[in-house]
């Protein structure tokens, strides 16, 4: 069979409950509505860990951080996982990265043959919790409130710097693509650091939101003492109790954070111009890494099972699928295996051990009956918490916490636990068993433990004395771009151009 072309789109921190059927009504995103109007929806789709670097880990491979051992933002993604990326190249696609992927340890290119960017965030062991520190902040990187209060207007900052750049560097190739150079298949990564706080935006974006109705969340600020176990170590990672959170400070970051995804969809924008206007065909996939909570409940960025929090975008536009909206609860650890289903691209080998499922039977009308999982063991726990959502139900467990247990359906904002409802204990005997079933949480706990002990060694070893750092550095061969006398100018000029002259 030929070969689609293959273009995901991946964004960070981007709250799926904003995406019911495509971006929401009131949100300025026409590129990305567009988009959805071509594209099997899926409204119910939860990232495989709340936090950056496990949910894109799993999300490249197909795996649960349990199994990738990518517990946190400092843990090693181990180069003999296969990810996507290696899947295709290895059928003949050219694999290309444009943007962040938070890879930690030596390897930065998992697969990918190329990349066009260095990362936003630093891919060595410095950012690693410490289980044997419970209550520890690590100042100098963790989250804060900052972001909130800080909250505002700015034409430029590191954040768009960067992304200005991903855009930049993805619309180049998609150019590159349609000069022809290379006959083989293509499947590019473009992934934007927007809309991640801090809650900056630029003018022209902040001005849309001027008059929005939705500055404040649902769920207003829940007492910490009314807090779940966990919301309440996430507070205290946050440092919440060393600010004073106003109204005003809410509306605010809100509003910049929508300001971020209309930023965020013009670069969209800009990368599927120049798709369209070289005349390209590709599958395009659009998903983030895991939500943002924007306040609901007073919780604020990631790192929680909540569905501001978990749930996340995830659109396909492929000839193989039928547009339409899919309420099925997936996960994007199926973004793996549904990539190389739409490729032909077959995970015989290593399917035994993956736990993303093809979503493309699903863009055909097929029901899954398959629970979705996810898996927390980053900053603000002190261990793993694991969770299910099967139907219509949630359900949380930790050896720390006691459980719980949502419907979502008749309690869309999780505010009612029924783990110790009377009426409900069959529904959480009979999760708790499938959960005790996949997970057995004293082990996991000692993985995590085992992985972090040795990382602040090696780390600390490694800052001593003499430093090589493992940022990627992108490669940019001089003498090979543009005009240079070891080349004929006619063919250079010929073959550079598209359409080609006459």
């Not at 109007?37 to 880990?57: D, E, I, M, V, W």
């Not at 290895?90 to 990265?97: D, E, F, K, N, V």
């Not at 139907?391 to 008749?410: E, H, I, M, N």
């Amino acid at each position: 069979m030929n070969k689609p072309n293959i273009l995901i789109f991946m964004v960070d921190q981007l709250n799926g409950t904003f995406f019911p059927d495509g971006p929401a009504d009131w949100l300025h995103a026409p590129n990305i509505k567009k988009l959805a109007a071509r594209s099997t929806r899926f409204k119910n789709a939860y990232t495989a860990s709340p936090l950056c670097a496990p949910g894109r880990a799993s999300y490249m491979s197909g795996q649960l951080p349990s199994v990738t051992g990518v517990y946190d933002n400092a843990a090693e993604f181990p180069s003999s996982i296969p990810t996507y990326a290696h899947h295709l190249r290895r059928a003949g696609y050219q694999t290309c990265l444009s943007g962040k992927m938070h890879f930690v340890g030596p390897d930065q290119l998992h697969g990918f043959e190329e990349r066009m960017t260095t990362d936003i965030y630093p891919p060595d062991f410095g950012w690693t919790p410490d289980y044997r520190k419970p209550g520890e902040r690590i100042e100098w990187w963790y989250h804060n409130m900052g972001s909130v209060t800080g909250a505002g207007v700015a034409e430029i900052t590191n954040q768009m710097e960067y992304d200005d750049e991903v855009a930049y560097h993805a619309t180049r190739k998609i150019y590159d693509y349609a000069r022809g150079k290379d006959a083989r298949p293509w499947c590019m990564t473009v992934s934007f650091t927007h809309p991640h706080d801090p809650y900056v935006a630029r003018r022209k974006y902040w001005d849309l939101y001027e008059d929005c109705e939705h500055l404040m969340p649902e769920v207003g600020p829940i007492p910490y003492e009314e807090q779940d176990a966990h919301s309440q170590r996430i507070l205290d990672a946050n440092d919440r109790d060393n600010f004073n959170i106003s109204d005003d400070h809410i509306r605010r970051a809100r509003r910049a954070y929508f300001a971020n995804i209309s930023y965020l969809d013009d670069k969209v924008g800009e990368v599927m111009e120049a798709l369209e206007s070289t005349r390209q065909e590709a599958i395009i996939l659009f998903v983030a890494d895991h939500g943002d909570m924007l306040g609901e409940r007073g919780l604020w960025f990631k790192m929680s099972f909540f569905e501001g929090s978990a749930r996340v975008p995830l659109m396909i536009s492929s000839p193989d699928m039928t547009p339409g909206l899919v309420t099925d609860a997936v996960s994007n650890i199926d973004v793996c295996p549904t990539l190389c289903d739409l490729a032909g691209v077959s995970m015989e080998e290593v399917m035994p051990w993956t736990a993303g499922m093809s979503l493309v039977p699903m863009g055909q009308g097929v029901e899954r009956t398959e629970p979705v999982a996810m898996e927390y063991a980053g900053e603000a726990s002190y261990a793993p918490l694991v969770c299910l959502r099967y139907g219509k139900w949630k359900y949380v467990r930790c050896s720390l916490d006691p459980d719980q247990l949502f419907d979502l359906d008749a309690d869309p904002a999780e505010l009612k636990n029924l783990a110790e409802a009377p009426e409900h204990q069959g529904t959480r005997e009979s999760l708790c068993a499938k959960s005790e079933q996949r997970w057995d949480l004293e082990r996991f706990d000692e993985e995590v433990r085992r992985s972090q002990a040795r990382r602040w060694v090696v780390y600390e070893a490694l800052r001593n004395g003499d430093y090589f750092p493992w940022d990627y550095q992108p490669l940019q061969k001089a003498s090979e771009r543009y005009m240079r006398n070891h080349m004929d100018l006619n063919i250079l000029e010929e073959s550079q151009r598209f359409p080609r002259g006459e």
